[in-house]
């Protein structure tokens, strides 16, 4: 039987003071950055760059997290590059300066990838197929970095999520539109990051996002952690714990290969996982939804329904009319997009590209029952 795998959490409440001494304690656990980097590694520190938001939103990697592991990585001998790719209807250039990457990146005179340019290879696991990014599969060693967030379609994102960023461009809209039903896109996502499992993920949980997010549809939540492992999925049921999210909703933590909860991790660094637990956090509005049986939702299909709503705030900027890989949204000149319901895959990708707020996830009466039904 193989050891537990080790997850690493420990309090932190600043990306300034003593930050480079949290990284570096998160990682003496498991022996410290050069038990994964050696000299002369070529290492790909992907963040969490959705979209164009600065780093106070929560809604991206803060670029602190990455500006250590780059200086940890050199100190390893290692030579360390930053990818990631955004959501496609944004233009890269804007996001890679907005969450203040291209800053940072030029501070510390790294390589910011384009991952959109580089080329991908089809990769064909676990019944799925979808392309990955050509510099994460030239990469000696991939350090994952993600946000610690909510999201509505999946609960959480964090380690695993993180590595849906891999496939470049239109093709992550592509497979949602091939995998529309939530259990289907978890075993894809799972699938993904088994087919390219980073070296190390290290959370990025000084300030997550709670609610209704990743996008604009979130807020930030000072969780004042950071978490790190050398499983993605053991990090995200160890996060879920603190966070008071039921594993069985996170679609992608519910296949074959993924440890049954706690019992199968070895939780190091904190006095009590418990300690860390913030005093009140917003789980997603759709978490009830994710927990209805398979039975009753194959039953119920029709009545169980999740969309977009398109709200005052609107500028029509046309994003979600671009971001949505089913045409379910359309847009007249100065208008607001108009939603055609029979289309809609609830995959919320206009949901998370939206600048302004201005986009809500409905659901259907009978989901908002459910959900009325599980709250305290």
Known sequence: MSDPAKVTVIPCDSYVSGFPECIESLLEPIGGLSSFVSQGSNVLIKPNLLTDRHPDEAITTHPEVVRHLVRMVR????????????????????????????????????????????GSVEIKRDGYTFHIA????????????????????????????????????????????????????GRLVAAICRTVPPALSVADAVVGLQGDGPGTGGRPARLNFLAASTDAFSLDLAICKVLGIDPKAVSYLNGAGV?????????????????????????????????VPAFLVNLLERFLWIRPA?????????????????AALSMAPKEKPRLEPEKCIGCCCCHEICPEKAIKMAQSPLLNLIRRGRQP
């Open 75 to 118: 100190d390893c001998g290692g030579t360390p590059s930053v990818g990631d790719s955004p959501a496609s209807t944004v233009k890269l250039s804007r996001v890679q300066e907005k969450t203040g990457f291209l800053d940072m990146c030029r501070e510390e005179e790294v390589p910011l990838l384009n991952m959109e340019q580089s």
């Open 134 to 185: 050509k510099p994460v599969l030239d990469a000696d060693v991939v350090i994952s970095a993600p946000k610690v967030k909510t999201h509505v379609l999946t609960v959480l994102t964090a380690g695993v999520k993180n590595m849906y960023g891999t496939i470049p461009g239109f093709l992550k809209a592509n497979l949602h539109k091939e995998h529309p039903a939530v259990p289907d896109f």
């Open 259 to 291: 440890p049954s909860g706690l019992p199968d991790i070895q939780v190091i660094g904190a006095s009590s996982i418990d300690d860390l637990s913030p005093a009140d956090f917003d789980v997603p509005s759709t978490l009830g939804a994710r927990l």
């Open 310 to 326: 398109v709200m005052d705030a609107c500028i029509s900027c046309g994003r979600c009319v671009a971001s949505c890989p089913v």
